[in-house]
Each structure stands twice: as structure tokens, then as C-alpha cells.
């Protein structure tokens, strides 16, 4: 591995000059990858995998939309795709992506078929980690590996197409064949990985779930919700209020801060701009690290784990779940931006 500085930090990562993709396909060419799950992660894995000359194959439950989108995504059944334990019996290595709800209702019908040798892979450390409420122990004898590519399923597959690549951090829960480490690296550097970095199961699972709650998806739409009420209250346009909340911010600001950094956009703007944004950042920080303190603590503690796996076992969940989507798709704010994306100059004919 390499050793690179991030910041004042030392860390070692896996880049595809030390583990290149020929290394990946020599590590993987006697097994048979079997991806269960075709929603999220899965059909940007399995593409990615597929393209890059290793042997998969789908489990999917039949007549589902997951298992026609496999169909539609060149998968053939009884040939690359079968039903969820038919897949399981026939691969080396088990990549279990379903969501986490579905691995703990699938796990018993899953577990036989992990005899002597075979892998467990995961791209979340959720069931081995939270185990006493998932009740996910895999057998002593197989290897237990992660690969969590840091983003969705659908950017894995955008960025390998542009031949670039999507982060993924790697861990190993269980080494049982000695060749756990490499099974991980040549499955990160396979589905598309720009560069693998270390972690635990535990340490993935703690910070993925604060993140989805945090920056990644929920303070992010409760700021922004919060300044465009503020805005409209004020007396500003739904045009105006939206373009200077959520426009400006992800189709001019956010892809500076990722291609440069928020140092380098800081430089770059206005001394205005400039001057209140680093005042006022110490305000917002200070606002939201006792929430932040809050969202970690009850990751920690599984209760985020307790509340997913509840809501998931709901019968009538799926109802709620859409019914909330829809309150927030008909929010003033996100109905501006219907009407914003459409004005943009790629959507006018």
C-alpha cells in the first residue's frame, strides 16, 4: 500500500498502480461472483465487474423490477441470473447487497449456502456490526470482506464509464483462506475503485450512517429548506429563493469545492462573499456540532439501526415512505426547482 499525507496524517491507501486491474483479474479468475441484490449498489457493481472480464452472476428474485432491470441490463436467466439462493449456491463469492432490512429477512435462506472457503462481501458495515438486532453471525470458515464505494451505485457506474473512478474504502471482518485481503482489493479495484482506503466494518457503518444524516443528505436539505422559507418569507421570489439556495450552490459552488477545495473556492470569490462566509461559518458550526454530537451517539448506540429495521418491517412502510417522499417532492422549494432544471440552456431545444 501506499503511504500518503492527508493533512498532518499518514495513511496508507491502495491505488490501481500497486494492485492494477490484470492483478484483480488473475485474482478472480477461478471465482464465481454471485451480486444478491439488483437495486442499489448492485447493478453499478455488477456492470462495472462484468465489463472488466470477471465472472458474475445475479440473484434476484423473480418477476420482481429488479430482476427484468438485470434482464435488460444483458443478464440471462438461467444462464447469469437466478433466483436469490440459486445464485448463492453457485458462486465462490457472495456479494450481499441487498438493503439492510432485506439481509436480515434473507439471512437464514442465505446461510447455508456459505460453505468452506466461499466470501461474504458487503458495501456496508451494517449487519455484522449491529449483529445482536440483524442476528447476521457468518460461519467461522469463510471469509468475511467490505468494499463500500463511497456514493451511489449509479455514480460507480457513471464515473467507470467516463474511466474514472468512485472511491471505496475496504475492510476485513474475518480472514479464514489467508486470501481475504486480496479477494477485497481485487473486488474494489474491479467494480471501479479509484483508490481503496482502510477501515473497519464498525468505523464504515458509524460514519456512512452519520453521513447520510449529515452533510450528505439530511442537514443539507434542512438547510436548505430552511433559508428558502426564510427567503420566501422575506418577501423573495420562489425563482429567487431557489436559485440562491440550491442552484448557485450545486451547479456553481459544490463542483469548485470538489474539484479544488473550500480553501481554494474561499480564494476565488468575491471579498463580500469572502468575508461573511468566514465569519459566519464559525456560527453555523458551532450551531450544529451538538446535533452532530446527538446523530453519532445514536448511531453508535443502534438505535438508528433499531429505528431502519422497525420501519422496515412495517407492512404499510412503503406507503408511509412514499407519502413523506411526496411531501417533500411538493415542498415550494423543490417545485422552484422543477421549474429552474427546465430552464437551464442543455434542456431547451
Not at 443478464?75 to 450481499?96: H, N, Q, R, S
Not at 451505485?153 to 483462506?177: E, M, P, V
Not at 417532492?329 to 422552484?336: F, M, P, T
Request: charged content about 25%.
Amino acid at each position: 500500500m501506499a503511504k500518503m499525507k492527508f493533512g498532518n496524517v499518514e495513511e496508507e491507501v491502495v491505488t490501481r498502480e500497486e494492485f492494477p486491474l490484470v492483478k484483480a483479474q488473475e485474482t478472480l479468475a477461478s471465482e464465481v461472483i454471485a451480486i444478491l441484490g439488483y437495486g442499489v449498489q448492485g447493478p453499478g457493481q455488477a456492470l462495472n465487474l462484468r465489463d472488466n472480464g470477471v465472472k458474475v452472476i445475479i440473484g434476484q428474485r423473480k418477476g420482481t423490477p429488479s430482476w427484468e432491470k438485470a434482464m435488460q441490463d444483458g443478464f440471462v436467466p438461467g444462464e447469469t441470473l437466478f433466483e436469490l439462493e440459486e445464485a448463492a449456491d453457485k458462486a465462490t463469492i457472495i456479494m450481499y447487497l441487498l438493503s439492510d432490512a432485506g439481509q436480515k429477512m434473507l439471512w437464514p435462506q442465505i446461510k447455508p449456502h456459505l460453505t468452506k472457503g466461499k466470501a461474504l462481501y458487503f458495501s456496508h458495515g451494517f449487519s455484522i456490526v449491529f449483529k445482536d438486532q440483524t442476528e447476521i453471525v457468518p460461519p467461522a470458515d469463510i471469509d468475511v470482506i467490505l468494499v463500500a464505494p463511497k456514493g451511489s451505485g449509479r455514480s460507480l457506474r457513471t464515473l467507470f464509464l467516463q474511466k474514472k473512478g468512485l472511491n471505496s474504502s475496504f475492510a476485513i471482518f474475518q480472514d479464514a483462506t489467508g486470501k481475504a485481503k486480496d479477494r477485497a482489493l481485487a473486488l474494489g479495484i474491479a467494480i471501479g475503485s479509484g483508490f481503496l482506503f482502510p477501515t473497519t466494518f464498525e468505523k464504515e457503518v458509524l460514519s456512512d450512517l452519520t453521513g447520510e444524516r449529515g452533510v450528505l443528505m439530511g442537514a443539507i436539505a434542512g438547510l436548505m429548506e430552511a433559508q428558502f422559507n426564510l427567503l420566501r418569507k422575506k418577501g423573495h421570489s420562489p425563482s429567487e429563493a431557489f436559485n440562491e439556495t440550491v442552484e448557485e450552490a450545486t451547479q456553481s459552488l459544490y463542483p469548485l469545492i470538489g474539484e479544488n477545495g473550500m480553501d481554494w473556492m474561499f480564494a476565488n470569490c468575491s471579498t463580500t462573499a469572502q468575508r461573511g462566509a468566514l465569519d459566519w461559518r464559525h456560527k453555523f458550526r458551532a450551531a450544529a456540532e451538538p446535533v452532530f454530537e446527538e446523530l453519532y451517539n445514536s448511531v453508535a448506540t443502534g438505535n438508528e439501526t433499531r429505528i431502519v429495521l422497525e420501519a422496515n418491517s412495517n407492512p404499510d412502510y412503503k406507503n408511509k415512505l412514499n407519502k413523506e417522499l411526496e411531501e417533500m417532492a411538493n415542498q415550494e422549494i423543490w417545485q422552484a426547482g422543477k421549474t429552474v432544471r427546465s430552464l437551464r440552456p442543455e434542456r431547451q431545444k
